[in-house]
């Protein structure tokens, strides 16, 4: 069965470094969604792709946060630098056809 | 700002029960309604998928529904196992964003022996 594929699974970082994460979408999924997940608190869209374009990104704080897809497959996401209020559970998922998601295990990342 | 109330936020009961976990969210735009399971430090696991056309979906012990004039969805977990010990989230779109989820914060279940 395709799945959703995220890495790394888990990554401590310290404050003001660099940190990205990668995800693979099930194969011929268009559209991409990145969550992050504060612990306790519910699912919050960062970033929304159609193919290699952004379609929402409202919610990402661009002064330390990037997303790319450059061939509208994978998608990396970035955080420069990291603060200690990132540390959460950051989550991709892929739609076929913008109704059902199918998630990836997620990274859960630490901010020291 | 799209509001999802999921109730109870906790819930802790004995194997065998009959259980409904509550969504209720104030939004009257709501298109398709999806329930999801997620397990400690793990991703999301798709349950049940509600589209905008229907009223209610089933898989095995579960059985999700959704009245959108009264803003409510309710998941329906019979015979309740320890293997269902989860977080259960549940989260809808608009239709019009491309499936942009909006999710609730969740009720943590637990299932004892």
């Known amino acids: 069965e395709a799945e959703v594929a995220q890495s790394p699974r888990y990554k401590i970082t310290e404050k003001s470094q660099a940190v990205a994460f990668w995800c693979d979408p099930i194969?011929?999924?268009?559209?991409l969604y990145w969550y992050r997940q504060i612990l306790g608190q519910g699912l919050e869209l960062l970033v929304q792709?159609?193919?290699?374009?952004?379609?929402?990104d409202s919610q990402l704080p661009k002064d330390r946060f990037s997303a790319e897809r450059l061939k509208g497959v994978d998608s990396t996401l970035k955080i420069q630098p990291a603060e200690l209020g990132d540390s959460a559970m950051y989550l991709c998922?892929?739609?076929?056809?913008?109704?059902?998601?199918?998630f990836g295990p997620g990274t859960r990342l630490t901010v020291t | 700002k799209q509001e999802v109330t999921q109730i109870p936020a906790a819930l802790s009961v004995p194997e065998g029960e009959n259980l409904v976990l509550n969504c209720s969210f104030t939004?009257?735009?709501?298109?398709?309604l999806q329930w999801f399971r997620q397990d400690p430090g793990k991703g999301l696991t798709s349950l049940l998928l509600?589209?905008?056309?229907?009223r209610e979906q089933t898989s095995g012990r579960l059985n999700a529904s959704l009245d959108k004039s009264s803003g409510r969805s309710t998941l329906y977990i019979a015979a309740s196992q320890p293997g269902d010990s989860a977080t259960y989230l549940c989260?809808?779109?608009?239709?019009?964003?491309?499936?942009?989820?909006?999710f609730g914060r969740g009720t943590q279940l637990t299932v004892w022996p």
């Open positions: 998922a892929s739609s076929l056809a913008g109704i059902e998601q199918y």
């Open positions: 194969s011929g999924h268009a559209t």
């Open positions: 792709f159609q193919d290699e374009s952004v379609v929402d």
């Open positions: 939004d009257s735009a709501i298109y398709n």
């Open positions: 509600i589209q905008s056309s229907q």
């Open positions: 989260a809808f779109d608009r239709g019009s964003t491309l499936g942009r989820l909006y």
